[in-house]
């Protein structure tokens, strides 16, 4: 079959083609990690602002890791197609935003480059969690990373400092990872790494970031499941041309923008996106309810031998566990977000969506930093005001239940992974064991709660027998 690539489009039915024109876009936001959650997110709004507008936004996208997917991409000229999977269907449509793809370790002049141009403008993130390099402890920099300067925030530093050196051109830098207060996270670990490098000027490269870079917060929101082998080939089928790098999404999508950016951007909002002065509301209310029930679904149904939200939704306890865990964690967040009941009913229907296969597999790994972002500071807000928990135990033996030694055959993967297992000291008593394991994941307050701890000790023997009792 033909390969998709720019000769191809004509051939495509007029639905499937992109919105603009490629070849007219130019490269001024440029943006960190490839993967489908970008492809079907950010790349698909700022497609939809260039058409719209009429200006040439285009993406460079940088692949911190994998050089395979950017060579796969510039194999098909940077096109790729997204399929939104509704239970009855749906067609793929080819997104034409990104003007070049690039790999961190291996074009590094190239994107030295993109970062100092006075034509780039922004500057967006996917770099997950541990992207970060977060300390658990202070929540800024771990400094103690090796190679500083091959990581993307490292990268990202020295181009913004290189960029501050050669007239200091206004810039917005935007993190699109599910953490509260996302765009202050990455301020920090940007500054932190400047503080940290050695370089002369390093005092005047910050003072001049302060005033000539912004770093707003943002919610970004759409279910992207990894692709699969048989994703590949049905987009084939259903395209007329191979596409090696496909992705297919829910329907729905969202993306709220603080609204302080420093220089020109993509004018998001002629495709849906809020921009609005405090993102917080819609930011807890995310990471809190969906990102919540999504871990506590995941570990759960690891647990009781589901393999997908879908599985878990079919079970009898799914619809009740996100109904129950929603209603707990309402009461911890700030108003003005949108109302929890009906986003509980909005996550059950998106949840049960059963054109998706999304993998527990995949939402359950990297637990120990997703659920410092998703539980654990609802959880110390209710036990502070002594209001009891049970979701949130049930769903911390879940991941507890996940991260011990022979739970490992669940294939999740998780940077703590050593340090988790071995919470699981032979003849340890359980609530020992929960003990050890919040105080790894760096809440060593949590850990100390000793009825938190004999409360979640108490779910694992029914969870070792695959029993969800909720
Ligand atoms: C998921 C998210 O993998 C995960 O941890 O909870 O990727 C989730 O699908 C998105 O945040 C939805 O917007």
Redesign the pocket.
């Known amino acids: 079959m033909t390969p998709l690539n720019r000769q191809a489009l004509r051939g495509l039915a007029p639905g499937s083609r992109p919105v603009v024109d490629p070849a007219e876009l130019r490269p001024r936001v440029v943006h960190f990690g490839i993967g489908a959650?970008h492809r079907a997110?950010q790349a698909v709004y700022t497609e939809n602002a260039a058409a719209r507008s009429g200006e040439p936004w285009g993406i460079a996208a940088v692949a911190p890791r994998s050089a395979a997917t950017v060579d796969a991409l510039r194999a098909q000229d940077c096109l790729y197609s997204v399929t939104e999977r509704h239970p009855e269907g749906g067609a793929p449509r080819v997104v034409g935003s990104l003007t070049g793809a690039y790999a961190l370790g291996r074009d590094t002049a190239a994107v030295d480059a993109l970062l100092a141009d006075p034509e780039t403008t922004v500057v967006t993130l996917t770099i997950t969690e541990k992207g970060y390099h977060r300390s658990a402890r202070t929540g800024g920099l771990d400094t103690v990373v090796p190679a500083l300067e091959t990581t993307v925030v490292g990268r990202l530093a020295a181009g913004l400092a290189a960029r501050m050196r050669s007239g200091a051109a206004p810039i917005s830098v935007v993190s699109c990872d599910?953490m509260a207060d996302n765009g202050a996270v990455l301020g920090r670990v940007v500054r932190d790494v400047v503080r940290a490098s050695g370089w002369p000027d390093r005092e005047r490269v910050l003072e001049l970031m302060d005033r000539c870079v912004a770093f707003p917060d943002t919610v970004?929101?759409?279910?992207?499941?990894a692709t699969t082998a048989a994703d590949v080939t049905a987009t084939a089928t259903a395209l007329g041309v191979d596409d090696a790098l496909p992705v297919s999404g829910e329907p729905y999508r969202?993306w709220v923008l603080e609204d302080r950016f420093a220089a020109p951007r993509p004018p998001w909002e002629l495709d849906g996106a809020l921009l609005v002065p405090d993102v917080a509301p819609y930011q807890l209310t995310?990471l809190r309810l969906?990102?919540g029930s999504?871990?506590a679904l995941?570990f759960l149904g690891l647990a009781a031998g589901c393999a997908t939200i879908a599985d878990t939704m079919a079970c009898d306890w799914g619809e009740r566990l996100v109904r129950a865990l929603c209603a707990e964690v309402a009461p911890t967040l700030p108003a003005g977000g949108p109302d929890p009941v009906r986003y509980a009913d909005d996550l059950v229907a998106r949840f049960g969506n059963t054109a998706m296969r999304?993998l527990l597999r995949?939402?359950?790994?990297?637990g120990s930093l997703?659920i410092t972002e998703?539980w654990l500071p609802a959880l110390r807000s209710l036990r502070e005001s002594g209001v009891s928990t049970p979701v949130l135990e049930l769903a911390l033996a879940g991941w507890a239940h996940t991260t011990r030694p022979d739970a490992q055959g669940h294939g999740v993967t998780d940077p703590a992974r050593e340090a988790l297992a071995a919470c699981w000291r032979t003849g340890a008593a359980p609530p020992d064991s929960v003990r050890a394991l919040l105080t790894t994941v760096g809440a060593p307050d949590l850990a100390d709660d000793t009825a938190l701890t004999a409360a979640v000790a108490r779910h694992l023997p029914a969870l070792q027998a695959g029993h969800v009792d909720i």
Do not use: E, G, W
Not at 220 to 225: E, M, N, Q, Y
């Open positions: 959650f997110h599910n970004v929101d759409r279910i992207v499941p969202q995310k969906l990102n999504h871990s995941a999304h995949q939402i359950a790994s990297d997703k998703r």
